[in-house]
C-alpha cells in the first residue's frame, strides 16, 4: 500500500468533527474506496453522529471530494438499488445515536464531511483498511471531534524511526485564506515557516516533508503551528507503516 494511501485513510480516522458558529462541524479528512490493482483491500469511512440533547434532531451529513465535487460515496436508501448520493440525513430521538458508513466504491477518493444538525450533537469519524472479500479489518482508527480555530497546533515528525507526520488542513469558509505553517523544535526555535493557499472550502494534504509545506527537512520533531485568517479545520496522524498515531490540535 503506498504512503500516500496509508497517510490518507489515517488522517480520515484522525479527524473527528468540529463545531463552529451554527453548530457546524466537519471531518477534514475522508477516504474511500478499492485499491487500484489486484490487491483485495479498500478503504471505508464511518461516521457516527450521537445527540446529546434532550430533543429530537435532525442532522444533514454531506460529502465532498478534494476536487470540490460531490462525493457520492453513501447508499441511497430512499432510491432504485445501487443509487449513490453524496447527501444523508438522519434524524435522531433524544439521546439516541446513528452511523453511516461508505460505500468502498471502486477507485479510492478523498473528500471531507460536513455535518449541519438542527442543534447540537458530537460526531466520530472511524476509518477501515480492510480485506475486501471478508471485510477484516487491517488496520482502524477514530478520534473524537477537536477545535475549528485561526490559530492551531499540533505535534509533527519528519524522518527517524517513528516515521513521519501526514497534515490535512481545510478551510471552513466560503473565502479563500492563507495558512502559515511553522515548525518548531522543543526549545520553542524556529526552523521553517511555509505558506499554503487554500480557496473557498478547499482542502489540503500531505506529509510535512512533501512538496506543499517543507521538502528541504530531512528531519524534525517537535511543534506544528498554524495559523489563518479564516477558520480552518485539520488532523495530524504520525505514520509508521500501518502504525498511526493521532496528534489531535489544539487552539492557541
Same mark, same amino acid.
Not at 134 to 155: D, R
Not at 177 to 188: A, D, F, I, N
Not at 220 to 247: C, H, K, M, N, Y
Given at each position: 500500500?503506498?504512503?500516500?494511501?496509508?497517510?490518507?485513510?489515517?488522517?480520515?480516522?484522525?479527524?473527528?468533527?468540529?463545531?463552529?458558529?451554527?453548530?457546524?462541524?466537519?471531518?477534514?479528512?475522508?477516504?474511500?474506496?478499492?485499491?487500484? !490493482?489486484?490487491?483485495?483491500?479498500?478503504?471505508?469511512?464511518?461516521?457516527?453522529?450521537?445527540?446529546?440533547?434532550?430533543?429530537?434532531?435532525?442532522?444533514?451529513?454531506?460529502?465532498?471530494?478534494?476536487?470540490?465535487?460531490?462525493?457520492?460515496?453513501?447508499?441511497?436508501?430512499?432510491?432504485?438499488?445501487?443509487?449513490?448520493?453524496?447527501? $444523508?440525513?438522519?434524524?435522531?430521538?433524544?439521546?439516541?445515536?446513528?452511523?453511516?458508513? *461508505?460505500? $468502498?466504491?471502486?477507485?479510492?477518493?478523498?473528500?471531507?464531511?460536513?455535518?449541519?444538525?438542527?442543534?447540537?450533537?458530537?460526531?466520530?469519524?472511524?476509518?477501515?483498511?480492510?480485506?475486501?472479500?471478508?471485510?477484516?479489518?487491517?488496520?482502524?482508527?477514530?478520534?473524537?471531534?477537536?477545535?475549528?480555530?485561526?490559530?492551531?497546533?499540533?505535534? !509533527?515528525?519528519?524522518? !527517524?524511526?517513528?516515521?513521519?507526520?501526514?497534515?490535512?488542513?481545510?478551510?471552513?469558509?466560503?473565502?479563500?485564506?492563507?495558512?502559515?505553517?511553522?515548525?518548531?523544535?522543543?526549545?520553542?526555535?524556529?526552523?521553517?515557516?511555509?505558506?499554503?493557499?487554500?480557496?473557498? $472550502?478547499?482542502?489540503?494534504?500531505?506529509?510535512?516533508?512533501?512538496?506543499?509545506?517543507?521538502?528541504?527537512?530531512?528531519?524534525?520533531? !517537535?511543534?506544528?503551528?498554524?495559523?489563518?485568517?479564516?477558520?480552518?479545520?485539520?488532523?495530524?496522524?504520525?505514520?509508521?507503516?500501518?502504525?498511526? *498515531?493521532?496528534?489531535?490540535?489544539?487552539?492557541?
Amino acid at each position: 500500500m503506498s504512503f500516500r494511501l496509508i497517510l490518507t485513510s489515517a488522517l480520515l480516522m484522525l479527524s473527528g468533527a468540529i463545531m463552529l458558529a451554527q453548530s457546524e462541524e466537519f471531518i477534514p479528512h475522508v477516504v474511500d474506496g478499492q485499491e487500484i !490493482g489486484d490487491t483485495g483491500r479498500g478503504f471505508r469511512t464511518e461516521i457516527f453522529v450521537i445527540n446529546t440533547g434532550d430533543e429530537p434532531v435532525s442532522v444533514t451529513v454531506s460529502l465532498t471530494s478534494d476536487e470540490g465535487e460531490p462525493m457520492e460515496r453513501f447508499s441511497d436508501i430512499s432510491g432504485p438499488p445501487g443509487g449513490d448520493v453524496s447527501v $444523508r440525513t438522519l434524524d435522531l430521538p433524544p439521546r439516541g445515536s446513528a452511523s453511516l458508513t *461508505t460505500l $468502498r466504491g471502486p477507485f479510492v477518493q478523498l473528500g471531507w464531511a460536513r455535518v449541519a444538525p438542527s442543534q447540537s450533537v458530537h460526531v466520530l469519524a472511524n476509518i477501515r483498511y480492510e480485506v475486501i472479500q471478508t471485510n477484516e479489518a487491517i488496520a482502524s482508527a477514530a478520534v473524537q471531534s477537536g477545535p475549528v480555530a485561526h490559530s492551531l497546533t499540533s505535534i !509533527g515528525q519528519i524522518g !527517524g524511526e517513528a516515521g513521519s507526520t501526514g497534515l490535512a488542513i481545510l478551510n471552513t469558509n466560503e473565502q479563500e485564506t492563507t495558512v502559515t505553517v511553522t515548525l518548531r523544535l522543543r526549545t520553542g526555535e524556529i526552523v521553517a515557516e511555509t505558506e499554503v493557499p487554500l480557496g473557498p $472550502r478547499g482542502k489540503v494534504v500531505q506529509f510535512l516533508n512533501e512538496s506543499t509545506f517543507f521538502p528541504d527537512q530531512t528531519e524534525f520533531r !517537535g511543534v506544528v503551528d498554524l495559523s489563518s485568517d479564516q477558520p480552518i479545520s485539520i488532523v495530524a496522524i504520525l505514520v509508521e507503516e500501518l502504525s498511526w *498515531t493521532t496528534f489531535p490540535p489544539t487552539n492557541r
